[in-house]
């Protein structure tokens, strides 16, 4: 089993990259806010239950991917250093089940990140979708580091087409379908 974790800020085009990786590599793709649409209805953002929920589905698709051999893409936006452990629990659950995990970092420039953000696409998927919003994540947080200790293929999205950065990871990555080349 391959784990394709995709990490980055908001609006860095975590999640059309997947689609596109997922198109030319017929891996699964597993979006991060899959599991936050589960869990918002009942509980709200920022919510202790709301995390700790979100996690449990999160870890539970992944692992249970890797015991069944089924390959995977998984978008998230990682917080150093705060979600240093929780990376490291989704590699472990991973690793566990003799599968491999392929760390894929995708960042933009912060004028490209705020060009995006407010694209309507991603108000209706109950994204960051202002400015101002993200703005705020990029004071409180540390969106542009990669994950320590591990290896991540970096990759500038700010003019890099979706497909482009697609190929380059399945390349870099060697995860192309038979037969296409």
Do not use: W
């Amino acid at each position: 089993m391959k784990l394709v974790f995709i990490y980055g800020p908001p609006a860095a085009g975590k999640l059309t990259v997947a689609t596109e990786l997922g198109r030319i590599t017929s891996f699964a793709v597993f979006d991060n806010h899959l599991s936050l649409d589960c869990v918002l209805p009942v509980f709200g953002f920022g919510t202790r239950s709301l995390g700790k929920l979100v996690e449990q589905i999160r870890l539970s698709v992944i692992e249970e991917a890797a015991r069944e051999d089924v390959d995977i893409i998984f978008t998230f936006v990682y917080a150093h250093p705060d979600d240093v452990a929780y990376v490291e629990r989704i590699c472990a659950a991973v690793e566990r089940h003799g599968g491999t995990v392929c760390l894929v970092q995708l960042t933009c420039s912060k004028d490209a990140q705020e060009d995006r953000v407010e694209r309507p696409d991603r108000a209706r998927r109950k994204k960051v979708n202002s400015v101002d919003m993200i703005r705020a994540l990029n004071e409180q947080h540390e969106l542009f580091t990669s994950v320590p200790g591990r290896e991540s293929l970096g990759i500038d999205t700010t003019n890099l087409p979706p497909a482009e950065a697609a190929e380059s990871i399945a390349l870099h990555y060697g995860l192309e379908e038979p037969g296409r080349g």
